[in-house]
């Protein structure tokens, strides 16, 4: 890593819905401040940077001394919100006193299949769903306004199909058909086991997805939501964003970015050099 004094920026859609909703980002950058291999790369802070909640995109290069910054886009796919990115950070005040690097988003890191696999097969073992009375379904957030926001989902859905033999997996979305709705109505097996591919505690964890499934909705609710009746059981489980060991992987991320790529220009919108 250059000798430059280099910053970390996590940044994300974020919500608004409660005072909840963004605290597991707030939690993933202490963990990184926390950890050791932070230090052992040289950086000097890190930040959550949000489009909805604090501290904004269009402010956190003011809480940051002046050097190179490295954003992880902490988003699960490459979709409408990460071309957003560049001209969000370009509006800090004293964004010319950065150089600006940006890694790839975290949904499309080549460990998820495996932590996702990982999950499903200890619920599937915790609650004793038979495979071939389960669907997995794995919903995404998807937008019509950018035709590839979905793909990591589909992506994602397509790879877990092959490690799972006779285990049935659909894909769902909340703002792309099919919606989580529509699939959540079409299920014919006793079980299902939902896993959101979203990232932190809004109302689309929370509100949205266990709506789409029956399940009890609400800005308190902890995972893993289990329901089980005389018809079978529906157990939706935390969004991947919130797994477990998501800090080394933005410091891998981060470092690989800062030392193999060139800067961004803030003044273009499109998707980052990596």
Not at 30 to 42: C, Y
Not at 161 to 188: H, M, Y
Not at 208 to 234: K, Y
């Amino acid at each position: 890593m250059p000798d430059r004094l280099c910053s970390l920026v996590l940044a994300a859609h974020g919500s608004l819905d409660s005072e909840n909703s963004n605290q597991p980002l707030h939690d993933l950058a202490q963990s990184i401040a926390d950890s050791p291999q932070f230090a052992a790369g040289k950086f000097q802070a890190v930040r959550p940077a949000f489009l909805n909640g604090q501290p904004q995109m269009t402010h956190v290069l003011d809480t940051l001394p002046p050097g190179d910054v490295v954003i992880v886009p902490v988003m699960t796919s490459e979709g409408y919100y990460l071309k957003k990115l560049p001209a969000k950070f370009a509006e800090n005040r004293n964004a010319d006193q950065f150089r600006i690097f940006m890694t790839p988003v975290l949904g499309v890191h080549p460990s998820i299949p495996e932590r996702v696999s990982h999950r499903i097969s200890r619920l599937l073992n915790k609650y004793e769903l038979p495979i071939s009375e389960t669907t997995v379904v794995i919903v995404g957030h998807g937008t019509r306004r950018n035709s590839t926001s979905g793909q990591s989902t589909i992506d994602l859905t397509q790879t877990l199909t092959t490690q799972f033999s006779g285990l049935k997996f659909e894909t769902a979305f909340l703002d792309q058909d099919p919606t989580a709705d529509q699939v959540a109505a079409n299920i014919r097996t006793r079980h299902t086991l939902v896993i959101p591919f979203l990232i932190s505690r809004g109302p689309h964890t929370t509100q949205d997805v266990p709506r789409a499934f029956g399940l009890p909705a609400g800005p308190d609710i902890q995972f893993p939501l289990v329901q089980h009746n005389e018809n079978g059981s529906c157990i939706c489980d935390l969004p991947v964003g919130m797994y477990p060991d998501w800090a080394t992987i933005c410091l891998q991320l981060a470092q690989k970015t800062i030392s193999g790529s060139e800067p961004i220009r803030l003044s273009s919108v499109g998707e980052p050099t990596t």
